[in-house]
């Protein structure tokens, strides 16, 4: 049965209906009986297996196609009419030639198959922030992962009534054929086709696709801001909870800080922290003046190796019921899962990622794919916030940016300005791992943790940050800080011990919100003094000098970095904001 009379969604389906031509049309109501069913109807075909109900109920494994394993940014196009208005780092096709590969692909792509209507919101239905969109797919596994990731079901569609403000999702599985994959967006029409990928960032359209790519343009033009932030809020021990957004380059631990677990030494005194959100935050001025922030999913899609007890037990936690597993081990003695870096126990039996036999004896390869994922629902999160479903969203106090710099970035720092914050967040670098393909250690420069998901010229997107500031009263915009966890020794041994201890760091940045604490200025910004760190607890391992010298800036790689930033700066052109310029200009004449 339709969930509405909508005219605007009833036509484009029939359109997209008639491109596609399944064998029927399935509305996904969200329900737990029709869950249920389609969660049966996969298990019965393969494409999922249901893990053991007594230690991990109403959990699935899915696995994907080999070839199919991760986001494919060459093959994420932004189609806007013109290719400047995508900009410099987005790829770019003209739309209508990009509709029609696309229609030519999709065409009688559902023969034999359902199609599958998904109505969900983006953020609590009815909140001022919330967005709408259908996703139509020919995947069960897409349909369930949507209904942990995204609120699903009639109320959504009673919410938007008759108006035409929607986001258009059309996922077309295929053959899965990686030759043919393209994931594509066209912010003018609230648009977004996906053609011959099954795995989440690619097909779960609600989260890059909508939530960044398209929102952040729908943002540009609206007056709000769409981000790839983490939120969460630090209560201190007079119950009082301050909120940060915070955005990181991938395998920079961004899960990891929205979860935090506070050291024992702040546990005792009565601090807590609480997550909001481990992704996306969608940003807007609420009536008080003050900045505001929901987390518009409703799941986590999380990077299952490495997470563990004690890198992060509220994520794993979450994992334990209700959660869809992507590309891990199954281990096929107790029918659970299994990922490098779960514990030391792997198992003995098990099947790997790519469904062969794999046994931890003889293995030679990993048994989980490295981005293999969990799509766990936020309600599992032990420390998830009391305000996560607030429709107004939390108050942000400030903006954190980070990457990985082995010497560069000290600990941490604060920006000047606003403006200056913007600059602090445009030049946003992180080196590359071990885990990643190519060298090691090369600088990826990734603004606002947002060069994938920006669904628009990154100059036009800087600008937008800088005109928001400007409607903001100084004493109520949030502050920005960047912050590195990753400085090493001259041997390559980390100096920071990172996790909870980055508790220490956010303290900092608190206290500095609140203008309680001094800081130095130095040429890139204001850096603690070295005392106002708390180090109590771990003293042995972080001594104050330590803590001094991860506190240092240092000039002459500061002003190589000018050059690097150059370099970047240049690609936009005109279009880089002057105020950037400007900026740079400064930091250039400080380091001087
Ligand atoms: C993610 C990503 O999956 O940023 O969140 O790649
Ligand atoms: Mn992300």
């Known amino acids: 049965m339709e969930l509405t009379e909508n005219k605007s969604i009833l036509e484009w389906i029939k359109e997209k209906a008639d491109l596609v031509k399944p064998d029927k049309i399935l509305w996904i109501d969200g329900s737990k009986e029709q869950i249920d069913e389609l969660r ?33 940014e060459d093959r994420t196009l932004i189609c806007t009419p013109t290719e400047e208005e995508a900009g410099p780092t987005n790829h770019w096709m003209e739309p209508s030639k990009c509709y029609e590969m696309l229609y030519n692909i999709a065409r009688d792509s559902y023969k034999g198959r359902t199609m599958y209507v998904i109505p969900y919101s983006m953020g609590p239905v009815g909140s001022p922030f919330s967005k709408i969109g259908i996703e139509l797919t ?18 959504v569609m009673d919410a938007l009534g008759d108006s035409n403000d929607w986001v258009r999702g059309l996922h077309c599985k295929c053959n899965v054929d990686a030759e043919n994959r393209w994931i594509c967006q066209f912010p003018q029409d609230n648009t977004i086709i996906s053609v011959n990928s099954a795995y989440g960032g690619n097909v779960l359209l609600g989260k890059k696709c909508f939530a960044l790519r398209i929102a952040s343009y729908q943002g540009w033009k609206e007056g709000w801001q769409a981000e790839h932030m983490l939120i969460l809020g630090v209560e201190n021990p007079q119950g009082e909870v301050k909120y940060i957004c915070a955005a990181f380059p991938s395998a920079c631990g961004k899960t990891n800080l929205a979860m935090l677990i506070p050291p024992e030494g702040y546990q005792k005194k009565g601090y807590k922290v609480w997550c909001v959100g481990d992704d996306i935050s ?82 030679t390869e990993k048994a989980a794919h490295p981005n293999s994922r969990f799509t766990a629902p936020t309600v599992n ?37 606003w403006n200056n914050g913007v600059f602090i967040g445009s030049i946003m670098a992180s080196e590359t791992t071990a885990a990643a393909a190519g060298a090691v250690g090369v600088v990826r420069r990734d603004p606002m943790a947002m060069l994938p998901f920006c669904g628009y010229n990154m100059a036009d997107y800087w600008q937008h940050w ?10 109520k915009a949030p502050k920005f800080f960047n912050v590195n966890w990753f400085r090493k020794d001259d041997d390559g041994n980390f100096l920071w011990p990172g996790f909870g201890d980055n508790l220490r760091v956010l303290d900092w940045i608190i206290n500095r919100c609140e203008g309680k604490v001094d800081a130095k200025e130095t040429a890139i910004g204001y850096v603690p003094y070295a005392e106002d760190i708390n180090l109590e607890g771990i003293e042995d391992e972080v001594s104050i000098d330590t803590l001094k010298s991860i506190l240092e800036v240092d000039p002459e790689l500061w002003k190589a970095e000018t050059s690097g930033i150059e370099e970047f700066y240049a690609k936009f052109g005109d279009k880089l904001p002057e105020t950037l310029k400007n900026e740079l200009e400064t930091l250039k004449s400080n380091l001087a």
């Not at 298990?43 to 986001?71: F, Q, W």
């Not at 979450?318 to 990922?339: C, E, L, P």
């Open 381 to 417: 999160c032990p420390c998830l916030s009391s305000e996560f479903e607030n429709p107004q969203g939390v108050p942000i106090s400030a903006f954190v940016f980070g990457g990985r710099r082995a010497k560069l970035a000290p600990l941490v720092y604060q920006s000047k300005s």
């Open 282 to 363: 969608w940003i807007r001025k609420g009536e008080d003046g003050r900045l505001y922030a929901i987390n518009p999913e409703n799941g986590f899609f999380g990077v299952a190796p490495g997470t563990n007890m004690k890198s992060n037990p509220n994520a794993l936690i979450s994992t334990k019921k209700g959660t869809i597993f992507t590309n891990v081990a199954h281990n096929t003695d107790t029918n659970t899962v299994w990922w490098e870096g779960l514990d030391k126990n792997p198992p003995e039996n098990a099947i790997d990622w790519k469904g062969n036999e794999w046994h931890a004896s003889t293995a």
């Open 466 to 475: 800088i005109d928001i500031g400007a409607t903001l009263d100084p004493d």
């Open 40 to 72: 049966a109807e996969a298990v019965s075909t393969g494409e999922m297996i249901k893990l053991n109900e007594e230690l991990l109920p109403d959990c699935y494994l899915h696995r994907t196609k080999p070839n199919d394993v991760a986001r494919v």
């Open 138 to 155: 020919d995947s069960i596994y897409v349909v369930l992962n949507m209904c942990i990731m995204t609120r699903v079901g009639k109320n």
